[in-house]
């Protein structure tokens, strides 16, 4: 990434220095380790500097060392801001111009063909003298010695063209003797506004909970802009104004880092569509590049992570999504030989467990009933227990999820000697004073990317090859989904004014000038230099414009623009939406008719079959979605509901995606506080009409700041448990205290009613943490691990 602007081309480096921050123990002397060059750090944090971004980031001082950090709290509202690095795409300026230029003409024009475009473009003075003069700045800028086109050239026009079909703005048809070009319906303009307002709520609901969340948040801004009436930009200086405002949601276990992996996801997504392999490249420095025959996508709700299945020499394989810099989509068809996955999938492990029947064990037995309901049979009920045995694949893989069940869960047979070790010797060592490495555990220990670097190998893979030769292997008219001109806030910004100059909004050259300095996601601040990037905003927007005849106001040299325009990639995005049941009850039944009948042709992201959800949780799928429709009625209609013969002021609908339960936080009158309530077994609830509690988002936003809790915890690095600490959390904020070659002192911060979940990922790690504090989880842990040593066979 060059240092000479703060836009983005690509998310490889940016990614892992994302995802290094959400871990909470980022710093410049370790950044190697995640395969981040220290000279990369310094060029990202100049230019999250520039943007909105940096001000999520917070720093402290360990030692001589500054440790950096994420805050979260945004992300349980579901605003994740990691959305907005798509709006970061280092556009050319003259490519925005021509473009803008070909989406207004054929906006004005039927069947029109390149040839049509380059006639009348070039006929047109304003527009072509206004591009030589551009180019001409911009090759003055950038210190070319070529000479500057005299018009705008037909192949360039061509290109442009290409690329907008290829996104899905313009389609096009084949004539008697050329193809000719329209703009491709947008769906959403021809919507109401209680239309617009519904869909504006489940897309936003959706954006937080699909890992293809970027066309959706790039979607949501254009519903919005129609939903205010086509707002004029110089209007939008507080722009949180004409944003959607939730007051409705707040979910959990969703991993906000699968924002970021929108560039393996997208082109992965059209590789599997047109049949093609991909080419892998790695982070971890030495291993080579692979071309793979990819077969699906696994993403692991509650262990917030991705799996790319593939094949490759004929061999089954599974990368880490987070593992990989960079997909490509290549020139080759996908093979269709699939091996045989017979031998991995007859094998299973068996456990015979007693759910001891303790105080308080119903709760946690239907849970654990339901997580594991496809693989467990009760053999026998007793006043002590109930006899279960459970067949599943790897039983190893489990024990963390099984822990989560202390003190209730007692193994007292495996069908490997193994399974049932490893689960006691990790319970003895949890109560330990000190670390010490469990019994049953293998010694040598894995590279373990957030603590040590990867070995230096001589023979690295050489990927800083000549890019001004053409890569055989790739396939060239593969465009990003996301990362494009269109969705970069520089063509989005010049869109906006240029519409608003058509539709007769009076602006001046330096009303213009203001907008751009002040615009979403630029820091104005003074002592900031301007960088390259910057300077060619303003050249463009004073190409697009001519001074009218009073000499003081400007206009546009367009004479008319689409509404909006979306993309394929945002269509399929609402054709995921209405697939979803997770999402799909928002919208009435005539809207999810319309749109059902309306996007018939438009594939979903992922092929079908090709993407699978595996959650690793209790599935709290309601019974009956009547309470939580309800529940959210009550919400929009501000009065009270009684639910358990509580009056209560709803606030949030708290969605799981891990488990795809509800939980209702609301206002406890009695209590006078905030509580969650489970709504998986809520057959009804009673809705008043007596109103909420008085500035209750003021309240709750209150609550949330002032009612913070942190636990601090030792975590050291022993059987996988950073990553897997790393993943659990990724929803709360983390703030790493201390490191050392083998361990993380880091702190987490949660709200009262989040102790549950705390506690649950503070089981999962077991032996591997040691709880710092004096404080109620400590207590209850220790209760928990000495309560099920009771029941554990002789550690002789």
């Known amino acids: 990434m060059a240092t000479t602007t703060n836009y983005i081309n690509d998310l490889a480096s940016m990614r892992q220095f994302l995802r290094s921050l959400t871990f909470g123990n980022h710093n410049r002397g370790k950044v190697n380790v995640r395969g981040i060059k220290e000279s990369q750090h310094d060029d990202v944090i100049r230019r999250l500097d520039y943007f909105d971004i940096m001000r999520h980031i917070y720093t402290q001082r360990i030692g001589k060392a500054s440790i950096h950090h994420l805050d979260k709290n945004d992300f349980l509202d579901g605003y994740n801001y990691l959305n907005q690095l798509y709006e970061l795409y280092a556009a050319v300026p003259e490519q925005i111009y021509v473009q803008l230029c070909i989406l207004s003409y054929i906006s004005c024009n039927e069947n029109v063909t390149i040839t049509d475009l380059y006639q009348n473009m070039n006929a047109d003075l304003n527009i072509v003298d206004n591009y030589v003069d551009l180019v001409k700045s911009l090759f003055a800028q950038r210190n070319k010695k070529q000479e500057p086109p005299t018009l705008i050239d037909q192949q360039y026009i061509q290109r442009q063209v290409k690329t907008l079909e290829i996104l899905g703005i313009?389609?096009?048809?084949?004539?008697?003797?050329?193809?000719?070009?329209?703009?491709?319906?947008?769906?959403?303009?021809?919507?109401?506004?209680?239309?617009?307002?519904?869909?504006?709520?489940?897309?936003?609901?959706?954006?937080?909970?699909?890992?293809?969340?970027?066309?959706?948040?790039?979607?949501?801004?254009?519903?919005?802009?129609?939903?205010?009436?086509?707002?004029?930009?110089?209007?939008?200086?507080?722009?949180?104004?004409?944003?959607?405002?939730?007051?409705?949601?707040?979910?959990?276990?969703?991993?906000?880092?699968?924002?970021?992996?929108?560039?393996?996801?997208?082109?992965?997504?059209?590789?599997?569509?047109?049949?093609?392999?991909?080419?892998?490249?790695?982070?971890?420095?030495?291993?080579?590049?692979?071309?793979?025959?990819?077969?699906?996508?696994?993403?692991?709700?509650?262990?917030?992570?991705?799996?790319?299945?593939?094949?490759?020499?004929?061999?089954?394989?599974?990368?880490?999504?987070?593992?990989?810099?960079?997909?490509?989509?290549?020139?080759?068809?996908?093979?269709?030989?699939?091996?045989?996955?017979?031998?991995t999938s007859t094998s299973t492990d068996t456990c015979m467990i007693h759910f001891l029947t303790l105080e308080g064990y119903q709760l946690a037995y239907d849970q654990f009933s339901r997580q594991f309901k496809n693989w467990i049979t009760v053999l026998n009920t007793t006043d002590e227990y109930i006899e279960i045995q459970l067949d599943v694949p790897d039983a190893l893989q489990l024990l963390p999820l099984l822990r989560s069940y202390l003190p209730y869960v007692y193994i007292t047979h495996s069908s490997k000697p193994?399974?049932?070790?490893?689960?006691?010797?990790?319970?003895?060592?949890?109560?330990?004073?000190?670390?010490?490495?469990?019994?049953?555990?293998?010694?040598?220990?894995?590279?373990?990317?957030?603590?040590?670097?990867?070995?230096?190998?001589?023979?690295?893979?050489?990927?800083?090859?000549?890019?001004?030769?053409?890569?055989?292997?790739?396939?060239?008219?593969y465009v990003s989904s996301v990362l494009n001109d269109i969705n970069a806030i520089t063509f989005t910004t010049q869109y906006q004014l240029q519409l608003d100059l058509i539709n007769g909004i009076a602006y001046t050259e330096s009303e213009i000038d203001d907008v751009i300095n002040q615009r979403d996601l630029l820091t104005p601040a003074l002592y900031k230099k301007a960088?390259?990037?910057?300077?060619?905003?303003?050249?463009?927007?004073?190409?697009?414009?001519?001074?009218?005849?009073?000499?003081?106001?400007?206009?546009?040299?367009?004479?008319?623009?689409?509404?909006?325009?979306?993309?394929?990639?945002?269509?399929?995005?609402?054709?995921?939406?209405?697939?979803?049941?997770?999402?799909?009850?928002?919208?009435?039944?005539?809207?999810?008719?319309?749109?059902?009948?309306?996007?018939?042709?438009?594939?979903?992201?992922?092929?079908?079959?090709?993407?699978?959800?595996?959650?690793?949780?209790?599935?709290?799928?309601?019974?009956?979605?009547?309470?939580?429709?309800?529940?959210?009625q009550a919400i929009e209609s501000n009065v009270r509901i009684t639910l358990n013969d509580k009056d209560l002021s709803p606030c949030r609908l708290e969605y799981s995606v891990a488990s795809n339960g509800y939980t209702l936080i609301a206002y406890d009158h009695t209590e006078e506080t905030f509580r969650d309530f489970s709504l998986h077994d809520v057959e009804s609830i009673t809705v008043s009409t007596q109103a909420r509690l008085d500035d209750l988002e003021i309240v709750y936003a209150t609550y949330r700041k002032e009612s913070k809790q942190t636990i601090s915890f030792i975590l050291h690095d022993a059987n996988n448990a950073v990553d897997r600490c790393f993943n659990y959390f990724s929803n709360y904020t983390i703030q790493a205290k201390n490191i050392t070659a083998e361990e993380f002192?880091?702190?987490?911060?949660?709200?009262?009613?989040?102790?549950?979940?705390?506690?649950?990922?503070?089981?999962?790690?077991?032996?591997?943490?040691?709880?710092?504090?004096?404080?109620p989880l400590r207590d209850r842990l220790e209760t928990i691990y000495k309560t099920a040593l009771v029941y554990a066979p002789s550690n002789e």
């Not at 009435?588 to 949780?617: C, G, H, Y």
């Not at 009613?753 to 710092?772: N, P, S, T, V, Y």
Request: glycine share 4%.
């Open 418 to 477: 193994s399974i049932k070790n490893k689960f006691y010797s990790n319970l003895y060592a949890s109560l330990g004073l000190d670390f010490i490495d469990p019994e049953g555990y293998k010694k040598k220990k894995k590279i373990n990317r957030f603590l040590h670097p990867y070995p230096k190998k001589k023979e690295a893979d050489k990927e800083f090859r000549n890019k001004s030769k053409k890569d055989p292997d790739i396939d060239g008219t």
């Open 531 to 632: 960088l390259r990037n910057d300077d060619y905003e303003h050249l463009l927007a004073h190409a697009l414009i001519e001074t009218t005849e009073d000499g003081e106001e400007v206009e546009s040299i367009l004479p008319d623009l689409p509404l909006v325009i979306i993309s394929d990639a945002e269509r399929m995005f609402l054709k995921d939406l209405i697939s979803d049941a997770r999402v799909s009850w928002l919208l009435s039944e005539d809207l999810l008719q319309l749109l059902t009948t309306t996007l018939d042709s438009v594939d979903t992201t992922f092929p079908a079959n090709t993407w699978t959800r595996i959650p690793t949780m209790t599935d709290d799928t309601p019974a009956s979605m009547d309470v939580v429709i309800q529940c959210l």
């Open 745 to 775: 002192t880091i702190e987490v911060s949660y709200l009262p009613f989040q102790e549950q979940d705390i506690l649950r990922h503070l089981l999962k790690l077991g032996c591997a943490i040691r709880i710092l504090d004096d404080c």
């Open 170 to 343: 313009i389609t096009k048809t084949e004539g008697s003797k050329s193809y000719t070009y329209t703009i491709k319906n947008t769906i959403i303009e021809e919507l109401t506004k209680p239309q617009l307002q519904e869909l504006a709520k489940a897309v936003f609901f959706f954006t937080s909970i699909s890992i293809t969340s970027a066309a959706g948040h790039i979607l949501l801004k254009k519903i919005m802009y129609l939903l205010n009436g086509l707002a004029p930009l110089k209007q939008q200086e507080n722009s949180a104004i004409y944003a959607f405002n939730n007051t409705f949601f707040a979910f959990k276990d969703n991993n906000p880092n699968n924002v970021i992996d929108g560039d393996i996801f997208y082109p992965l997504a059209d590789a599997l569509h047109r049949h093609r392999k991909v080419r892998l490249s790695f982070y971890e420095p030495g291993k080579p590049r692979e071309i793979v025959t990819p077969l699906s996508l696994q993403t692991y709700y509650g262990e917030n992570k991705n799996i790319l299945c593939s094949i490759n020499n004929g061999i089954m394989q599974r990368n880490r999504v987070d593992r990989i810099k960079s997909l490509e989509v290549t020139r080759y068809n996908a093979s269709d030989f699939i091996p045989d996955r017979e031998h």
